[in-house]
């Protein structure tokens, strides 16, 4: 694989201490390994199994026992938390108390209304950078979508996502199974898509309506001894300020689609489509080489779609299930750590506000109504 690295950039050697080694943090680990310039340090796993999994992939990384004993290492510049997400807020405290240092945080940013006091404590006085894992950004297409945007529709009137999917993977302890532990199902897979919309709009989200449930999936298992409570399919509708509109479609038994991402931005001059496969993976053997990413632009005047394809590194493609971009991801934090970005991509308020559209959302379905975002702002 090629990487296209600024020289200023490799000036010295970055060390990371890890957070969290399930299934995410080792595609985490397989793409730091393709930056050069950079170590794992020291890794915090409590499951036996993941953290020999970890171990694999990070020989020289050093296994320890707990956050503190992580923090207690003076060689780290940098950290990653990829623990389960309701461990989020409690160890970006940990940190602060401890070894501010800069952080990389899987989303979501928290999971629960009853953690935006000491999110937002920690964000006032945190002294180092932040960024929040919002891989769907990096996605190639994605990318090029939300770079041509403006041009293709002449600013975004209605943006429409849909992800037709797999089920939720299996993970430690069963944590995704459970809205107290993951947030729900729109928060934990959701915030993703309630980024990108902010993100591509611009604007700030007045309210959401949402409606969806539990209709195929995880019906049958009872870890330990309970009945999943996690939505496996749904809508949401958000209204932003100034009127323009989105829609996420979900539908998590849906893994026979030729593409994973589907999304389509309308304005008065036209459409633009960003079409993402899903994890090379799982695509089956017998259809041949999987499809590959593709942009689709669509003017009014003169009619007619273009259609660009967007071909993925097959190294970066092996290296995690999310179309490269977590490599892509990492480079840019790599940068930050190193000085030569000045601030995170996605920021603290960015994971702030992507999970209140979610907990909104999950708000939404379970009452029944439109849920304005001032609710959860007061």
Same mark, same amino acid.
């Given at each position: 694989?090629?990487?296209?690295?600024?020289?200023?950039?490799?000036?010295?050697?970055?060390?990371?201490?890890?957070?969290?080694?399930?299934?995410?943090?080792?595609?985490?680990?397989?793409?730091?390994?393709?930056?050069?310039?950079?170590? =794992?340090?020291?890794?915090?796993?409590?499951?036996?199994? @993941? $953290?020999? $999994?970890?171990?694999?992939?990070?020989?020289?990384?050093?296994?320890?026992?707990? #956050?503190?004993?992580?923090?207690?290492?003076?060689?780290?510049?940098?950290?990653?938390?990829? *623990?389960?997400?309701?461990?989020?807020?409690?160890?970006?405290?940990?940190?602060?108390?401890?070894?501010?240092?800069?952080?990389?945080?899987?989303?979501?940013?928290?999971?629960?209304?009853?953690?935006?006091?000491?999110?937002?404590?920690?964000?006032?006085?945190?002294?180092?950078?932040?960024?929040?894992?919002?891989?769907?950004?990096?996605?190639?297409?994605?990318?090029?979508?939300?770079?041509?945007?403006? !041009?293709?529709?002449?600013?975004?009137?209605?943006?429409?996502?849909?992800?037709?999917?797999?089920?939720?993977?299996?993970?430690?302890?069963?944590?995704?199974?459970?809205?107290?532990?993951? &947030?729900?199902?729109?928060?934990?897979?959701?915030?993703?898509?309630?980024?990108?919309?902010?993100?591509?709009?611009?604007?700030?989200? #007045?309210?959401?309506?949402?409606?969806?449930?539990?209709?195929?999936?995880?019906?049958?298992? $009872?870890?330990?001894?309970?009945?999943?409570? =996690?939505?496996?399919?749904?809508?949401?509708?958000?209204?932003?300020?100034?009127?323009?509109?989105?829609? +996420?479609?979900?539908?998590?038994?849906?893994?026979?689609?030729?593409?994973?991402?589907?999304?389509?931005?309308?304005?008065? !001059?036209?459409?633009?489509?960003? +079409?993402?496969?899903?994890?090379?993976?799982?695509?089956?053997?017998?259809?041949?080489?999987?499809?590959?990413?593709?942009?689709?632009?669509?003017?009014?005047?003169?009619?007619?779609?273009? #259609?660009?394809?967007?071909?993925?590194?097959? !190294?970066?493609?092996?290296? &995690?299930?999310?179309? &490269?971009?977590?490599?892509?991801?990492?480079?840019?934090? +790599?940068?930050?750590?190193?000085?030569?970005?000045?601030?995170?991509?996605? *920021?603290?308020?960015?994971?702030?506000?992507?999970?209140? @559209?979610?907990?909104?959302?999950?708000?939404?379905?379970?009452?029944?109504?439109? #849920?304005?975002?001032?609710?959860?702002?007061?």
């Amino acid at each position: 694989m090629t990487v296209h690295a600024n020289p200023r950039a490799d000036a010295r050697l970055v060390t990371y201490g890890v957070i969290g080694c399930g299934m995410m943090g080792q595609e985490h680990l397989r793409n730091i390994a393709f930056l050069p310039g950079t170590a =794992i340090g020291a890794i915090f796993e409590p499951d036996a199994e @993941m $953290r020999a $999994r970890a171990a694999a992939l990070a020989p020289g990384a050093r296994m320890v026992g707990s #956050v503190d004993e992580l923090l207690a290492d003076d060689d780290l510049d940098c950290l990653l938390i990829a *623990s389960p997400n309701f461990r989020h807020v409690e160890q970006l405290a940990a940190i602060a108390a401890r070894r501010p240092l800069p952080v990389l945080v899987e989303k979501p940013l928290f999971t629960d209304p009853s953690e935006l006091a000491a999110l937002d404590a920690f964000a006032a006085s945190y002294p180092a950078p932040v960024w929040v894992a919002m891989e769907y950004r990096y996605m190639p297409p994605v990318a090029k979508l939300l770079e041509m945007a403006d !041009a293709a529709t002449g600013g975004i009137r209605m943006l429409t996502i849909r992800e037709h999917r797999y089920p939720f993977l299996h993970k430690v302890g069963a944590w995704n199974r459970f809205n107290r532990y993951s &947030g729900g199902t729109f928060v934990e897979k959701c915030c993703h898509f309630f980024d990108l919309m902010r993100l591509a709009i611009g604007r700030a989200p #007045v309210r959401v309506m949402a409606m969806g449930g539990q209709a195929v999936n995880h019906k049958d298992e $009872r870890p330990g001894g309970e009945a999943p409570d =996690i939505l496996d399919h749904g809508y949401a509708m958000v209204e932003f300020e100034g009127g323009i509109r989105a829609m +996420l479609e979900l539908c998590m038994f849906a893994e026979g689609s030729r593409f994973q991402e589907e999304i389509s931005a309308v304005g008065p !001059a036209g459409k633009i489509e960003a +079409l993402v496969p899903g994890p090379t993976r799982f695509w089956p053997e017998e259809l041949g080489a999987p499809p590959v990413p593709q942009v689709v632009v669509s003017p009014r005047e003169p009619q007619g779609p273009r #259609v660009l394809e967007i071909p993925v590194d097959p !190294a970066l493609l092996e290296a &995690g299930d999310h179309n &490269g971009s977590t490599f892509y991801q990492h480079q840019r934090f +790599l940068e930050l750590v190193r000085g030569v970005r000045t601030r995170p991509e996605v *920021s603290l308020e960015d994971g702030r506000w992507a999970v209140l @559209m979610g907990l909104a959302a999950q708000l939404s379905i379970a009452e029944g109504r439109a #849920v304005e975002m001032a609710e959860l702002l007061a």
